[in-house]
Nanobody, 117 residues
């Protein structure tokens, strides 16, 4: 079992920055990749960024060059630095952990990011 708790969401003006964090607890040594997803009102959940245990990362085209995912395996945390935020980045952001031996992935409850003037 893995538990994930996101933090760092809030209200920010367009062009501003926020840093999201996700803390993992439980069977943390079994986690392989960790990801950030987001779901805007009325839309499907979408992948924002993913990072492997070794630190390789990839991003959705919509956030490339603005968002940076990072991971601290010792602290069992994954972060998402979001810069140059746009109103279309408004969404609930979720952390996901993949455990290869588990039949399902693990999700946090999400943190709301609102980009508005």
């Amino acid at each position: 079992q893995v538990q994930l708790v996101e933090s760092g969401g809030g209200l920010v003006q367009p062009g501003g920055s926020l840093r999201l964090s996700c803390a993992a607890a439980g069977n943390i040594f079994s986690i392989s990749t960790m990801s950030w997803y987001r779901q805007a009102p009325g839309k499907q959940r979408e992948l924002v960024a993913v990072i492997t245990r070794g630190g390789s990362s990839s991003y959705a085209d919509s956030v490339k060059g603005r968002f940076t995912i990072s991971r601290d395996n010792a602290k069992s945390t994954v972060s998402l630095q979001m810069n140059s935020l746009k109103p279309e980045d408004t969404a609930v952001y979720y952390c996901k952990a993949v455990v290869p031996t588990s039949p399902s992935d693990y999700w946090g409850k999400g943190t709301l990011v609102t980009v508005s003037s």
